[in-house]
């Protein structure tokens, strides 16, 4: 680490090398990195501090971790190359250097890396399409229901899951027989 005298560069979106050094893409000859700490309001990564930044992060971290964790762990290129986007835009996404793309992108990436959707659409806080009808079709029972059930835990919302799985959905059968 650098002398206690010596001048901390903060510089969002450069890497810092094991002695403190500003590395522009991460690489050093040393191999240690980390990413410079926050400067006057922005994050080390570059956006602005605050939930905009937070959830570009989750994003981020999330997309990054379903990419390394695939079965074929694929590259940052195969990723956009099957999913039809730019790699400088997905890699500036997996940085957190921009904020989550479309729905549309999301879902592509989720399919390509074999992913829930719901799992890249959260932390891109997104409501999934498939909900947001439900939302709609039911658009003044729903907002009551949930304001009704704001502070369920997690257990009470499964218990509540399984109920209406058990009790509400079973299939209809046809009394004209």
Excluded: C
Aim: proline share 7%; charged share 35%.
């Amino acid at each position: 680490m650098a002398g206690a005298g010596a001048k901390r560069y903060t510089l969002p979106q450069f890497f810092l090398d094991k002695n403190d050094r500003p590395v522009e893409n991460g690489s050093t000859s040393e191999g240690d990195f980390t990413w410079g700490e926050a400067s006057k309001g922005r994050s080390a990564r570059g956006a602005e501090t605050g939930e905009e930044d937070g959830k570009v992060t989750r994003f981020a971290d999330t997309l990054r971790r379903l990419r390394l964790d695939h079965p074929e762990r694929l590259s940052i290129r195969e990723v956009s190359r099957r999913a039809g986007i730019d790699v400088s835009y997905l890699s500036r996404m997996e940085k957190g250097e921009v904020p989550p793309p479309s729905e549309e992108i999301i879902l592509r990436l989720a399919q390509v890396l074999g992913a829930d959707p719901d799992s890249l659409l959260e932390p891109a806080d997104r409501i999934p399409p498939d909900v947001r009808e439900i939302i709609r079709d039911r658009y003044q029972e729903i907002p009551s229901f949930l304001r009704t059930a704001r502070d369920l835990s997690p257990e009470d919302w499964n218990r509540l899951t399984s109920y209406v799985q058990k009790n509400l959905l079973r299939p209809k059968v046809d009394r004209k027989l």
